[in-house]
Each structure stands twice: as structure tokens, then as C-alpha cells.
């Protein structure tokens, strides 16, 4: 055997996490691609057979009090808070993390403007490198709030802070990079200059410990498909922290956010608590997988998932270079662990036509255009030996 | 056997729909609450089992492609489109219906203030008899866009357009009474003021013709868990109509709605045609139970749904006239078919503490705040002698 293969060997069995990936449903390839889709949790589809037959089928509309529906926003939200470092009654689940990073970022602009007492924090920055959904929303959010629009890279944010920055919306974990970048610090200079921070974890939550409590954030929103295993299109989490709730002014203030939601009430009166980040009728099915989902995490700690997340990382890295020639490919993650998310980035300029040949022998990851390859290292279903195979074949197809 | 029953009987044996009962999971109690929550169609179950199992469980990422979901909010779009008769492209399925309403509302006044050639239609009327969630929203969609918001009953919107009105927010059925309001009048009287309207068809979508492209409509939204049967908390539908799409300028600019969404680029470009309603990943697993839930209506033309509705509505009517002492409950939706929608609103005092005892009997209405009891008829899945039982039962509550 070659050196990786016995090092992968000895990791594996090393793994105090390997059983869990007797969790999920899977097969004999390697899945190197949950940081875009989750893989099924093994206890999702009886529970929404349960959801769908029993619940909707049996007992029809008697389900939104008898089966807990109508309360399973904020319920799956407290499920999701201690893998965020979130203490309870902080997170709604609901909407797409796009529709959340608009209710985010309206909600900071205003509050960052009342307590400046006035309109002159115009400004919103927003991460440059960021998926561009968020640039886009923020276009919007700032269009909506009279506020301008100035990309920078989170490098370039505290220098950038003036007192008409109202809001800065930044990402956790670049989604093409990798790269993680340092919110107590980022959150903290924000803050300083009486701006709102909204944090984006699409990337971070369910692979790192985010501390979001700890290090003071106010605002942030997340989406539960990669590493939260919730399924296709789950709703996305919004955090609210318990000191801002009061003052959180949405600028989609749907009945299910109303103080009396049944009242029927013709004036808006928004619910106590995180409550207000609701808008409508929530999404039962997607809702109650995804909460069903997040048993997989039942007995795991976020550390020992970070632990085994940079253990995986480094050793992809490692078997990269002993099997891909030097300059092949070349990486696009930060080699620091401080910096790195769970996911490797590989540039090569066909990494299109490779990521295709990867897929049809069994490797999943993806591309991301022009030249990117993309793997995510789940901690709870990838093990050691997936990750050196994953090189070899990836060797093999640059080779080829 | 008593009058009604005789009718009841009569009336079953001749309709051409009762078949159809058989495509939906029911027991033995009578439920006219479909306006709330529909029935779960038979089909949903195995189709959701497949989409959990095989298309995400087996295929993963695959299914974006493989599975048709990237695709799927506008391709059960065109599903919902002939229900409510409107030809292909106009109708994408996702968010939810107060989501909906916010990106419909606030395209309606950037459309209205891009004709008249400036900032100078500045108000919104809103239907103030509406569903609150309506009024709340479109009191934020005036606030994001510089308006003023104006309740007015819909009888009295006519006379009150003028040359500042920028939009109009209408229900076709008002959801406590059950009143059908004329869409081909008010849509040209609003059209006529340079207005946009914006139709709310939660509680006409399925339930009765509703000919958006005959009567000029450009921009509606609706719901699809109550008569389209699609679940609990299912996505919305928004529609834009062919000539006003390409100034469909929406406030929520996920990347979905992008002219290359995986062009992952910086600036933002609304796609074609009315994929630029979408906003951010769409939810798979609702959505798809939607398509599946569609399938109930092959070969089901909606003029003939609407004769059956209304025939179920005036035959309960005249039960509960037949059996219920005068005075005791007063109907408060109209009489006439042409102001009447698929459901009859009863008032009575005690309306809480009868629907209480109807439920424990087995008739399934709702009761909304503080005095009405609402009766939902589907149709696709309630018969006559539904009617008469619901009726008779409710009469012998309402004896004591």
C-alpha cells in the first residue's frame, strides 16, 4: 500500500466520528459535495412519510396545533442555536437565505440609523467576494433604504468604516475559496463604528463552531442544505440577538409575525422576540425534514467536528501533493487552519472537463466557473480513506 | 328521510365530479376546511418518498439537473397557469404568498412611476377588508418605496384612484365572508387610473375560473395549500404577465433570478421572462409535492369545479335555512353566485365554542375571530351529503 493509503487507514480508525456515518444514506462513492447538498440523514424519509400520511393526510388542519406545525419555526431554530454557539430563542427558520439576507440587512440599516438618531448612516458595505446573491440582495436593501452600496473585500473592512456605514454584510466562509475569515475580530471593529454586522453562514454552520453569543454578533443568517443535511432548498435560520429583538424593524412584517397572528388585526403589531423574523405560512415538509435532519447531530460537538473537518482538509492537501505533479493544480484555501473553512478549492483551467470525469468515477464535487474545483469535507459522513481516494482519482483524471 | 337528504342523494348520483373524491386521503367526517388547509391528494405520498429517497438520498446534487428541480418553479407554474387561466410563462412557483405580495407590490410601483415618467404616484390602496398579512406587507412595500398606503374597501376603489395612485392591492375573494369581488371591472378601472393591480387569488385559485389573461391582470400572487391541494405551508405563486415582464423590477434579486445564475457574477441581470420572480434556492421538497398534487386535476375543467361549488354552497344554505331556527346564525356571504366564492361565512355569538363541538362531531369548518364560522366547499372532494350532514350536525349544535 502507499503511504496515504496506510496513513488513511490509521485516521480512519483513529475516528471517534466514524460511526456516524451510519446516519445518513449513502453509497460507494465518495461525496465530497455537501457543502452545496447535505446527504439524506437515514432517519429522514420515514419521518416525513409520518409527516405527510399521519400529519396532513389524518389530521389535516388539526396538525398546525396537534402536530406542532404551527410553532416549528422557532423550535427547529433552537434545535440548530447550540451548533452556532447560540443560546435558545435567538433563530427562526423560514424563507430562503436570500429572502433572510434582505430582512437582515433592511432591519440593521434601521436600527443602525436609530440609534445615530437620524438618516445619515447611508452607507452599506458588502463583501466583494461574497456569493453573489448576497451582493444582489444588498443592491436591493440598500436601494430600499436610500443607502449606497460599496464592495470591499473583508480585509479592506475596517479601514472602510466611517460614521455613514449603517451595515456591512459579510460571509463567514468564502463559498469559492474556502476561506475563513475572522468574525470576532471583523464583528467587533463593525460594531465600534456603530454599524450592524450581518454575518452569512451558509458555509460555517454545521462545519465550524461560529460562537455567535460569544463574540457579540447581532445579525446573521444561514442556510440548513450543506452542512446541516436538511434536504433540497430547506429553509434557511436568521439569528437575532436577544438584545437587538426589540428593536428588529423587518421589512417583510407577515402575519406570522404579528404579536396576535389569529387577531386578524388590521394594524401591525410586531410578536416579542425573535418571533418578528417570521413572515408567512411556514414551509411544513422542508420545515419538519430539516428538523428531523438534525437529530444526525444528537451526542456530536461542533469541536470534534472542526477537529476532524481540519484533519480532513490538511490530509486532501497532503495526498494532493504526493499524488498531482507540482503546478497542476493549484490551491486556492488558506493553508492556516484559522483560515479555512471545510472545503479545498483546486484551480486548474480545465477544471470544468475534470470535475465531469471526477463525477463519472465516482468522486463528487463541483465546479465553479471559470476554473475552480470545489470539494467539502463533511465530518460526519467522510472518512479518511474517501479523502485518499478522492486525490488518486483525482490524480488519475489530471494525468489523463 | 328528511327533504335535504333526498336532494342530497339526487344530487350526488348526477354529479359528474364525485369520482374524484377517491384522488384524496379522507375518512369518514365531513371537512370543509380545504379553503385552509386542502386534503392530501392519494399520489403525494409514493411521489415524496421517491423525491426523498431516490432524488435526494440517490442522486444528490445529481437532481438539480437529473431531477428537474433546478426547473421546477417555473415548470409547476405552467401547472397552476390553465386553473387560473393564464397561457405558459407567466407563473412561477416559490416563497411565500406575503413574500409574493411585498415583490409584486413593489415591481407595481416602480412599474406605474417608469410610465407616468417620475417619483409623482406616490400612494397604494389596499383592500382594507383584506387578509391582515396583505395590508401589513403592503404597509412596508409603501414604506420601502416612498408611498403613502390607503385602506379602502373595494366597492369604493374606483372612486378613489387619482393620478398619484401607484398601485392596488385586491383580494378576488375576501377570505372571512367569502365575497367574490368583480376582477374584470376593478382591474380595468385601476389599468384605466395608470395603476397597477395587484390580485390576491389565495382563496380563488382552484376554487373558480379565473381568466388572468382574458381580463388583462398583470400582476397576481396566490396560495396553493388550500385549493390546490399542495401541503401544508406549500410555496406561493406569483404571476407577471408577458407584456410586463421585462419592467418586472423586483425587490428581491436573489441570485435564481439572474440572467446566469451560475455565471456567479458581481452584477446583477434579471433573467427573461418571469424566471425573474424567483428569488433564492427553491424548497424541492414542497414544491414537488405541489406538482405531484396537481395531478389531481387532470382532465378536471375548473368551470365545472365552479358549477359544483356553487351548487354545494346553495345547497348549504338552503340546509341550514331548513334546519336551523331563523335568526340564529346570520350568512354573511352573499347570495348571489357573482359575489359569491367556495366558501359560506356564518355569524353567530358563540361561533368559537360551536366550531369547538362541530370538530369533536366530525365537521370540520374554522372559526375566525371574533364571531364567524367559515365553511370551505372543495369541490374535488365534497359532496352533498357532506352538505346535508354538515348542516344538520351544526344545527344540532347550535340546539344545544
Known amino acids: 500500500m502507499s503511504e496515504p493509503t496506510i496513513r488513511a487507514e490509521k ?93 437582515a440587512l433592511v432591519a440593521a440599516v434601521r436600527m443602525a440609523r436609530e440609534v445615530s438618531g437620524g438618516g445619515d448612516r447611508d452607507e452599506i458595505l458588502v463583501d466583494a467576494t461574497t456569493f453573489p446573491t448576497d451582493g444582489y440582495i444588498a443592491g436591493s436593501a440598500a436601494r430600499t433604504t436610500g443607502c449606497t452600496l460599496r464592495p470591499v473585500t473583508p480585509a479592506e473592512v475596517p479601514g472602510a468604516l466611517t460614521p455613514r456605514t449603517a451595515a456591512v454584510l459579510l460571509n463567514h466562509v468564502d463559498y469559492r475559496t474556502g476561506r475563513l475569515y475572522d468574525l470576532p475580530s471583523l464583528t467587533a471593529a463593525v460594531h465600534a463604528a456603530g454599524a450592524y454586522a450581518v454575518w452569512d453562514l451558509c458555509h460555517s454552520a454545521g462545519a465550524l463552531p461560529v460562537g455567535l453569543d460569544d463574540h457579540g454578533v447581532r445579525l446573521a443568517v444561514g442556510c440548513t442544505y450543506k452542512y446541516l443535511n436538511g434536504g433540497p432548498g430547506s429553509p434557511a435560520f436568521l439569528y437575532v440577538r436577544h438584545d437587538v ?69 490538511d490530509f486532501f492537501l497532503e495526498c494532493v501533493a504526493a499524488y498531482v505533479p507540482a503546478g497542476r493544480v493549484e490551491s486556492l484555501t488558506p493553508a492556516a487552519h484559522e483560515e479555512r473553512g471545510s472545503q479545498v478549492a483546486l484551480r486548474c483551467p480545465d477544471a470544468g472537463d475534470v470535475m465531469k470525469r471526477l463525477i463519472a468515477r465516482g468522486v463528487v464535487g463541483d465546479f465553479r466557473h471559470p476554473d475552480v474545483l470545489r470539494f467539502g469535507f463533511t465530518p460526519l459522513y467522510v472518512g479518511f480513506a474517501d479523502v485518499e481516494r478522492a486525490a488518486r482519482v483525482l490524480a488519475e483524471v489530471l494525468a489523463g
Open 11 to 103: 485516521l480512519d480508525a483513529a475516528d471517534e466520528l466514524a460511526g456516524l456515518r451510519d446516519r445518513f444514506v449513502l453509497d460507494e462513492g465518495v461525496y465530497l459535495d455537501g457543502n452545496s447538498l447535505g446527504a439524506l440523514p437515514a432517519n429522514v424519509p420515514d419521518r416525513i412519510t409520518d409527516v405527510v400520511r399521519r400529519q396532513w393526510g389524518g389530521l389535516r388542519i388539526r396538525s398546525w396545533t396537534e402536530s406542532g406545525w404551527w410553532t416549528a419555526p422557532e423550535r427547529v431554530g433552537d434545535r440548530i442555536a447550540p451548533l452556532v454557539g447560540a443560546a435558545p430563542g435567538q433563530i427562526v427558520v423560514g424563507d430562503s437565505t436570500s429572502v433572510n439576507v434582505f430582512k
Open 245 to 313: 429583538q426589540e428593536r428588529f424593524d423587518s421589512p417583510l412584517p407577515g402575519w406570522n409575525s404579528h404579536a396576535e397572528p389569529f387577531g386578524m388585526r388590521p394594524e401591525y403589531e410586531p410578536a416579542a422576540g425573535v418571533l418578528r423574523g417570521r413572515v408567512g405560512t411556514p414551509d411544513i415538509l422542508s420545515l419538519l425534514a430539516l428538523e428531523a435532519a438534525l437529530d444526525v447531530w444528537d451526542g456530536v460537538a461542533i469541536e470534534a467536528v472542526r477537529a476532524k473537518s481540519l484533519a480532513l482538509t
